[in-house]
C-alpha cells in the first residue's frame, strides 16, 4: 500500500519560507512524476510544482522564482522549498505520485490526471 505523508508546514509571515517534505513508501515500482499541488481556501485543487524521475521540473507560474521542488530518488522523498511566501500562498499542500508504469505528456504534469496517490496534505498560512 502506498503511503504519501507531507510535514514541514506551519503558519510564517509575509516574505518568509518554509519546506515541506514528503515521504513516500509502499510502491511497486519508483513514481516517475511526482508534484505539489494546493488548495486556497474556496479555490479547487491547483498544480504548483512537478519534478519526474529525472528531476525535470515544471512549475505553475505562480511557484517560478520563488518554489523549487526536488526529490531523493533513492528515499522516495520529495520536497518543496518555498521562499518570499504571499498571503495568497496560505492552502493546503498536499503531494502526489504517478504508478510509475507511464510517462504522462509535460504539459499534464500539473493537472490530476496523472496521479494515482495523494497525501492527507499539511497546512501552510501566510500573514501579511
Known amino acids: 500500500q502506498v503511503l504519501l505523508v507531507e510535514s514541514g508546514g506551519g503558519s510564517v509571515q509575509t516574505g518568509g519560507s518554509l519546506r515541506l517534505s514528503c515521504s513516500a513508501s509502499?510502491?511497486?515500482?519508483?513514481?516517475?512524476?511526482m508534484a505539489w499541488f494546493r488548495q486556497r481556501p474556496g479555490k479547487e485543487r491547483e498544480g504548483v510544482a512537478a519534478?519526474?524521475?529525472?528531476?525535470?521540473?515544471n512549475y505553475a507560474d505562480s511557484a517560478k522564482g520563488r518554489f523549487t521542488i526536488s526529490r531523493d530518488n533513492a528515499e522516495n522523498t520529495l520536497y518543496l522549498q518555498m521562499s518570499n511566501l504571499k498571503p495568497e500562498d496560505t492552502a493546503m499542500y498536499y503531494c502526489a505520485s504517478d504508478y510509475g508504469t507511464t510517462y504522462a505528456n509535460y504539459n499534464d504534469w500539473l493537472r490530476q490526471s496523472p496521479y494515482n496517490y495523494w497525501g492527507q496534505g499539511t497546512q501552510v498560512t501566510v500573514s501579511s
Open positions: 519534478i519526474n524521475s529525472y528531476r525535470t521540473t
Open positions: 509502499g510502491y511497486r515500482y519508483s513514481p516517475y512524476l
